[in-house]
């Protein structure tokens, strides 16, 4: 079991169920149950409890990936959401040593998730134009120590990827099928990639440019998510869902002719 130290990120749990997440430092965090002295957390372990300045108990926990990416990334762009970029890690076989290629960084949510199951023997290959947005993804890596899992490049993969032989790669741009065929060219023959959209025209686009190119298996889904209310004697749906978040296009690179 990890022991906390200080740049740790922490879940904190009331009682009642109310979460805070924040970085443990040499300060003291106010909340509706009273005060958090967040040193008291450094040298023990997940799942132990602090006393508030009112005496409340507050259980602390390492997050999970999903709860960083939905409660602790600050979003300079829309993410992709945990319940599609869990199905995409799976469906493109994102594992330990693997190079991957990221086309649109965004705000570095997806590029921390792959950055995590790379593993420190694989890479991350992330290209993104706007610097301001490259910025705040670099911070974000560093703070999480994935700064050697990830090489980060501000440019405009339309002006070429400098890497070759990737093992997957994942789309995340408004016009995906104008970057796919340089894309699918740096993939190593029989690797996945991956396209997120919003929309059923981009999907039609992206599908047409397939079409002409040496890929096969394409598939394209979206993923519904409804969490349920917790109440042993009145188990029900909760009133608001989760719907349509992406498109999800995969597909795998085949030898030429």
């Known amino acids: 079991m990890?022991?906390?130290?200080?740049?740790?990120?922490?879940?904190?749990?009331?009682?009642?169920?109310?979460?805070?997440?924040?970085?443990i430092e040499n300060r003291h965090f106010s909340t509706h149950e009273g005060i958090?002295?967040?040193?008291?957390?450094?040298?023990?372990?997940?799942?132990?409890?602090i006393m508030t300045s009112t005496n409340n108990k507050i259980y602390f926990f390492t997050?999970?990936?999903?709860?960083?990416?939905?409660?602790?990334?600050?979003?300079?762009?829309?993410?992709?959401y945990p319940k599609d970029a869990g199905y995409l890690i799976l469906k493109l076989g994102i594992k330990e040593g693997m190079q991957v290629l990221?086309?649109?960084?965004?705000?570095?949510?997806?590029?921390?998730?792959?950055?995590?199951?790379?593993?420190?023997?694989?890479?991350v290959y992330t290209y993104e134009e706007r610097q301001e947005f490259v910025k705040k993804a670099e911070n974000l890596v560093r703070e999480f120590n994935l700064e050697q899992r990830v090489c980060f490049h501000t440019k405009n993969i339309?002006?070429?990827?400098?890497?070759?032989?990737?093992?997957?790669?994942?789309?995340?741009?408004?016009?995906?099928?104008?970057y796919l065929r340089d894309t699918v060219e740096?993939?190593?023959?029989?690797?996945?990639?991956?396209?997120?959209v919003p929309t059923t025209n981009q999907v039609s686009n992206v599908i047409r440019e397939c079409e002409i190119l040496d890929v096969l298996g394409l598939d394209i889904c979206e993923i519904f998510f409804?969490?349920?209310r917790v109440n042993a004697e009145r188990l029900r749906p909760q009133d608001v869902m989760?719907?349509?978040?992406?498109?999800l296009i995969t597909g795998r690179k085949i030898k030429s002719g």
């Open 2 to 23: 990890k022991i906390l130290k200080n740049g740790d990120i922490v879940c904190l749990f009331s009682e009642k169920g109310k979460k805070w997440f924040v970085k």
């Open 36 to 49: 958090v002295d967040l040193q008291q957390m450094v040298g023990r372990q997940s799942g132990d409890f």
């Open 63 to 80: 997050p999970s990936i999903e709860e960083l990416i939905l409660h602790y990334v600050k979003r300079s762009t829309q993410i992709i």
């Open 102 to 123: 990221e086309v649109g960084t965004g705000s570095g949510a997806m590029t921390l998730v792959l950055a995590h199951f790379v593993g420190d023997s694989g890479r």
């Open 158 to 178: 339309g002006c070429g990827i400098e890497e070759k032989g990737f093992d997957a790669a994942l789309i995340d741009l408004k016009e995906p099928e104008r």
């Open 186 to 196: 740096s993939l190593s023959c029989g690797a996945t990639f991956g396209i997120v």
């Open 226 to 228: 409804r969490r349920y």
């Open 242 to 247: 989760v719907g349509h978040t992406a498109y």
